[in-house]
């Protein structure tokens, strides 16, 4: 079965720091770009941080540009996202979404798997 699992979202304090996984399973990520979408209730989903299949082209939302970082380790099927001086605008459920091709796309409709969601509240 082909499946991506996030995990580490919860709550957090403003300013504080959140590393988020996203495990694959039933297929390899080698040759899929991922991308990390958020989602708030009422809202569409954005999409914007995204790293290549090859680890060579990293893109941020202008929103967490210089505060998130994505990254993947194609060896153990695992990519993440770190997040730091989190803001209560980052309030969201997160996915992982995997894209069938090398390069990132910004739109979340291009993105072939997704995982469940985990839940990320800034507050204090």
């Known amino acids: 079965q082909v499946q991506l699992v996030e995990s580490g979202g919860g709550l957090v304090q403003p300013g504080g720091s959140l590393r988020l996984s996203c495990a694959a399973s039933g297929f390899t990520l080698d040759h899929y770009a991922i991308g990390w979408v958020r989602q708030v209730p009422g809202k569409e989903r954005e999409g914007g941080i995204c790293?290549?299949?090859?680890?060579?082209?990293?893109t941020y939302v202008d929103s967490v540009k210089g505060r998130f970082l994505i990254s993947r380790d194609n060896a153990k099927n695992m990519a993440y996202l770190q997040m730091n001086s989190l803001k209560p605008e980052d309030t969201a459920v997160y996915f992982c979404?995997?894209?069938?091709?090398?390069?990132?796309?910004?739109?979340?409709?291009?993105?072939?798997?997704w995982g469940q969601g985990t839940q990320v509240t800034v507050s204090s």
């Open positions: 790293i290549s299949s090859s680890n060579v082209r990293t």
């Open positions: 979404a995997g894209r069938d091709f090398w390069a990132c796309d910004n739109v979340p409709i291009a993105y072939d798997v």
